[in-house]
């Protein structure tokens, strides 16, 4: 069962544009983590978020956590080919110990 | 280097055979993890160990999963009577200690197939 559902599940966009990905759910999550994998390597994290309401920059982008704690986004700006790759949000959903649950994933390409 | 390994890297095997598949921890890091990713989907967790014992082993899909980590570093995968739809990769993580906060380290998979 997947706890948490990824929005789009493919977007392709050319260098310079801006994006937004969705993590959505009905269950309320303790924390939220976003990964990027790119092929034939394991997920790469780059973010957690704990707070509802919570924002956190990595350079181009912007993570944020919703106020419910059962949803987040993830906002490229101005997109470059090296973002190309696979975005996963994942949460600590309460009662699940130390269980990761992934969503499917966002699959980013960025052409030049 | 000093990351999370894993061998071997791809397993070609058929159905009814046994498998083993190898993770090597960062070292140092407590908690190891493993997931399971089929193509399309996001990682599936199958087990986690807190040093030699595993602490939560809820993912594991059948009892012809079995995990072990002996001395508390490496661990081993096993499946036996191997299924077409155990074709997966089989990831492995390691953190500093446990908890869904801590960062996971991930490996880069081992690619199985079942013919």
């Known amino acids: 069962t997947q706890l948490l559902e990824q929005s789009p599940q493919f977007l392709s966009i050319q260098e310079g544009e801006n994006l937004t990905v969705y993590c959505n759910s009905s269950s309320v999550f303790s924390s939220l983590q976003w990964y990027r994998q790119e092929p034939g390597e394991g997920p790469v994290l780059l973010v957690t978020v704990v707070t509802g309401g919570e924002v956190k920059k990595l350079k181009r982008l912007t993570f944020q956590f919703g106020d419910a704690r059962k949803d987040s986004s993830l906002h490229i700006t101005a997109a470059q080919p090296g973002d190309t790759g696979l975005y996963l949000c994942?949460?600590?959903?309460?009662?699940?110990?130390?269980?990761?649950?992934f969503g499917k994933g966002t699959s980013l390409l960025v052409t030049p | 280097g000093a990351g999370v390994s894993q061998t071997p890297s791809n397993k070609v095997t058929e159905k009814g055979k046994y498998v083993e598949l190898r993770c090597d921890p960062i070292s140092g890091h407590t908690a190891l993890y493993w997931y399971r990713q089929s193509l399309g989907q996001g990682p599936e967790f199958l087990i986690y160990?807190?040093?030699?014992?595993?602490?939560?082993d809820s993912g594991l899909p059948n009892d012809r999963f079995f995990a072990v980590r002996p001395e508390g570093s490496v661990s081993t995968l096993k499946i036996q009577r191997t299924e077409r739809g155990d074709s997966a990769v089989y990831l492995c993580?390691?953190?500093?200690?446990?908890?869904?906060?801590?960062?996971?380290?991930f490996g880069p998979g081992t690619r199985l197939t079942v013919l």
């Open positions: 160990f807190q040093g030699t014992g595993a602490a939560d």
């Open positions: 994942a949460g600590g959903a309460p009662n699940s110990g130390y269980a990761l649950n």
């Open positions: 993580a390691s953190s500093l200690t446990g908890g869904v906060v801590t960062e996971q380290f």
